[in-house]
């Protein structure tokens, strides 16, 4: 009997603990400005390209860049490690290996996962491979 009273004490003290406590807060959202697409105009097969995507926080709180991704192997991104205070800047450089790729144009995206409203933004490294 007493094993039962002390259970329900220990419950119910830890329901009245618990209320008021229902809201999580996983951080704070803030804004960011990027040009959207990296033209490299035309580029000779074999070449790799070298694009950089300037991300501008245009919030009141740090921007963190949690992932940039390239949409295949051929792509690779390099994001900031350390957050970008508001008005600041950052850069997200992307390499693209065009040995593999066919002549004609090539559009090849990276998706970028920050503390933003929405979360994902995809940029895009557009060339036009020619053969030589």
């Not at 926080?57 to 350390?82: M, Q, R, W």
């Amino acid at each position: 009997m007493k094993k039962k009273l002390f259970l329900y004490i220990g419950l119910a003290a830890l329901v009245v603990s618990c209320q008021g406590n229902t809201k999580v807060e996983v951080g704070n959202k803030t804004s960011m400005s990027v040009n959207l697409v990296f033209d490299a105009g035309n580029v000779i097969k074999g070449e790799t390209i070298e694009a950089k995507f300037i991300l501008k926080n245009t919030g009141e709180f740090p921007l963190v860049i949690g992932d940039a991704k390239g949409s295949c192997s051929c792509t690779v991104a390099e994001k900031p490690e350390a957050p970008i205070n508001p008005g600041e800047e950052g850069v997200i450089k992307v390499h693209v290996t065009t040995l593999s790729a066919n002549a004609g144009i090539i559009n090849k995206a990276v998706n970028i996962v920050a503390n933003t409203e929405p979360s994902l933004t995809t940029v895009a490294v557009k060339a036009n491979i020619i053969n030589k």
